[in-house]
């Protein structure tokens, strides 16, 4: 399974941009690249995916590398509801067996007021 | 309904006790992913659908651990004799097919004593 590295924790100030990290230097050509966060006692959220292009959508844009062994999740302005373990992974295809989804440890994400 | 729909939301279990747990996913979604996640880290990664076929269920972590979508929507995951490692939060996922983002139910929370 190709497999994604993101860091422990980040602090951000609120109404700051935030910028998360991943590295996922393993990816095939056919998987796309998802962001999803956690807050507690909740499940996860799907907050972003991507294949090859950037991607914007009302929560968060998705930049990719051109080699696409990262990618960077942006949140333009951080607000404290924005506190959460996010979660960068690969993932196949879904109409054939690649559709499994690794789950890491995510990041932890503080935004300070 | 408008979400991922999961039920009994919490399951108290006596050792060596059999439990069902049902997963009703958003309407029209054709993939149905199920995850176990302890406490403190990711999900991790059991099993997932495409309509009624299952595609991948190298992620159950033993043959205690059976899924089923007869229908292609409503799924269930049965734990059969479960044991206390199995205590964890069950969460299920649907996703439209091929690369859409998977939506998350709330899970269920199962506890063995």
């Known amino acids: 399974d190709a497999k994604t590295t993101q860091p422990n924790s980040m602090e951000s100030n609120e109404e700051e941009p935030v910028h998360l990290p991943c590295n996922h230097s393993t990816i095939s050509g056919t998987d796309y690249i998802h962001w999803y966060r956690q807050l507690p006692s909740q499940g996860p959220e799907y907050v972003i995916h991507?294949?090859?292009s950037n991607v914007n959508n009302r929560m968060a844009s998705l930049a990719i590398a051109e080699d696409r062994k990262s990618s960077t999740l942006i949140l333009h302005r951080a607000t404290l509801r924005d506190a959460a373990v996010y979660y960068c992974?690969?993932?196949?295809?879904?109409?054939?067996?690649?559709?499994?989804?690794?789950f890491g440890d995510g990041t932890t994400l503080t935004v300070k007021p | 309904g408008a979400g991922v729909s999961q039920s009994p939301r919490y399951k108290v279990a006596k050792r060596g006790q059999d439990v069902a747990l049902r997963c009703d996913p958003i309407s029209g979604h054709v993939s149905l992913f199920w995850y176990q996640q302890a406490l403190g880290q990711g999900p991790e990664f059991l099993t997932y659908?495409?309509?009624?076929?299952?595609?991948?269920k190298s992620g159950l972590p033993s043959d205690r651990f059976f899924a089923e979508r007869p229908e292609g929507s409503v799924s269930t995951l049965k734990i059969q004799r479960t044991q206390q490692e199995d205590s964890a939060v069950y969460l299920c996922?649907?996703?439209?097919?091929?690369?859409?983002?998977?939506?998350f139910g709330p899970g269920t929370r199962l506890t063995v004593l």
């Open positions: 659908f495409q309509n009624e076929a299952q595609l991948d």
């Open positions: 996922a649907s996703s439209l097919p091929v690369a859409g983002g998977q939506f």
């Open positions: 991507g294949l090859t």
């Open positions: 992974i690969l993932r196949g295809p879904l109409n054939t067996n690649a559709g499994k989804s690794t």
